[in-house]
Nanobody, 116 residues
Framework: QVQFVESGGGLAQAGGSLRLSCAAS????????FGWYRQAPGKQRELVAS???????VYADSVKGRFTISRDNAKNTVYLQMDSLKPEDTAVYYC??????????WGQGTQVTVSS
């Protein structure tokens, strides 16, 4: 079982920046991939970015060049630096982990709202 503390969400203006953090605790030794997902009202949850234990990253096309995911393995923490924010980035952002057995855990979500 993995527990999460997510922080950093809030309100930003278009063109601004926010930084999300997610600290994992509990059964963290088997975590392989950290990810950030988001879900806007009326839409399906989608992958924003992910990072493996070795540092390999994957980004959604919609955020490439604007968002940067990073992780601190010693602290079991993942970050999402969001720059050049757009109103369409407005969503609830969820931290996610996938362990070596492909089991997933989810954070409670943090709201990001971008005003135009």
């Amino acid at each position: 079982q993995v527990q999460f503390v997510e922080s950093g969400g809030g309100l930003a203006q278009a063109g601004g920046s926010l930084r999300l953090s997610c600290a994992a605790s509990g059964s963290t030794s088997s975590i392989n991939v950290f990810g950030w997902y988001r879900q806007a009202p009326g839409k399906q949850r989608e992958l924003v970015a992910s990072i493996s234990r070795g540092g390999n990253t994957v980004y959604a096309d919609s955020v490439k060049g604007r968002f940067t995911i990073s992780r601190d393995n010693a602290k079991n923490t993942v970050y999402l630096q969001m720059d050049s924010l757009k109103p369409e980035d407005t969503a609830v952002y969820y931290c996610n982990t996938r362990n070596v057995w492909y089991l997933e855990s989810w954070g409670q979500g943090t709201q990001v709202t971008v005003s135009s």
